[in-house]
């Protein structure tokens, strides 16, 4: 008995998904078809690659060496296949991306809509999350990161560099006095972001001393805008996310002579060569669409 592509798809799936439910939901197959791929999958290998026991399934150490093993020459064979097709039917397959909610929901979805447009064929699956997600644990093909680059295996280009301003409502501004001096920020609650320390985020040249954190915690930058324009606090936010409100009044620009360090976004890829037609062409989208001054900032 051989094994097939798909039972290795499925196989991969369900360690990244962590359970027969999940990678059926993923896949949006029926829960039994997913358990034969695998009951197959075994018996073609001659070895169990999960153990089962009320209910869980959980990979061996064998198993979880031959995705790492797998993964990678998975992503080879779809990017040949799909590129010969490209090739002479135009872009086909599917294109996976990750992005931050916030950026997503306020600007990439115009963006990722045109490129859509142009290549119907093209299957695209969009997932916002706001935490820092394993591109190839979760399939993906591309990601848009905020903030500076770390350490990492991917490859990278950055897209444009957007601006980050202190803000708080207009009613808070009436009940605490205004601003007009750096050494006041630590007399002030600063709603916090639960994905990064404040330090990390309160970067300034030269060194600003951060205000003191509120009980306000919160992993996404639109539920920080909302709570500073309830006026529960300070934040230091892109202007991604809180130019409209400074533009309409919603919200105050906060000592505006500081100079926070700039918000770099990039888009992250795998280092897969050949370079995929579908991947080069969306990079080389985004990099048109959002320009070195980024839309939101052009106004």
């Known amino acids: 008995m051989r ?11 369900v360690i990244d998904a962590g359970s027969i439910s999940g990678a059926a939901i993923r896949m949006d197959i029926s829960k039994s078809v997913i358990s034969k791929r695998i009951s197959d999958f075994e018996t073609a290998l001659g070895t169990a690659l999960f153990t089962r ?4 399934i959980t990979p061996t150490d064998p198993a979880l060496t031959l995705a790492e093993r797998l993964r990678p020459a998975l992503t080879q064979l779809v990017t040949a296949t799909e590129s010969a097709v490209s090739d002479v039917k135009g ?3 599917r294109l996976s991306i990750s992005a931050p909610m916030s950026f997503g929901i306020h600007h990439l979805g115009p963006i990722i809509a045109s490129f859509a447009r142009a290549h119907p064929a093209l299957e695209i699956v969009l997932d916002y999350d706001d935490a820092m997600v394993d591109l190839a644990r979760k399939g993906h093909d591309v ?15 950055k897209l444009c560099e ?17 601003l007009t001096d750096q050494a006041q920020l630590s007399e002030h609650d ?12 309160w970067r300034f040249e030269p060194h600003v001393r951060p205000p003191r954190p509120s009980h306000l915690v919160t992993n996404n930058g639109e539920a920080m805008r909302d709570m500073v324009c309830a006026g529960l606090g300070i934040a230091l936010l892109p202007m991604f996310i809180v130019h409209r409100d400074i533009e309409e009044g919603r919200l105050v620009q906060v000592l505006p002579d500081l100079r926070p360090h700039g918000l770099p976004i990039h888009v992250v890829w795998p280092p897969i060569k050949p370079m995929p037609q579908k991947l080069r062409l969306f990079i080389n ?3 048109e669409s959002l320009g070195d001054t980024p839309p939101w900032l052009r106004t």
């Open 143 to 157: 990601g848009i990161r905020l903030g500076e680059m770390s350490d990492s295996t991917l490859l990278s280009r």
């Open 91 to 93: 872009l086909r397959g």
């Open 190 to 201: 600063t709603i916090r972001y639960l994905n990064r320390r404040i330090g990390d985020i």
């Open 3 to 13: 094994w097939t592509i798909n039972e290795i798809e499925t196989f991969l799936i």
């Open 162 to 178: 957007d601006r980050r301003a202190i803000v708080a409502s207009p009613n808070y501004i009436e009940r605490h006095g205004p």
């Open 285 to 287: 989208h985004l990099v």
């Open 53 to 56: 026991h009320a209910g869980r």
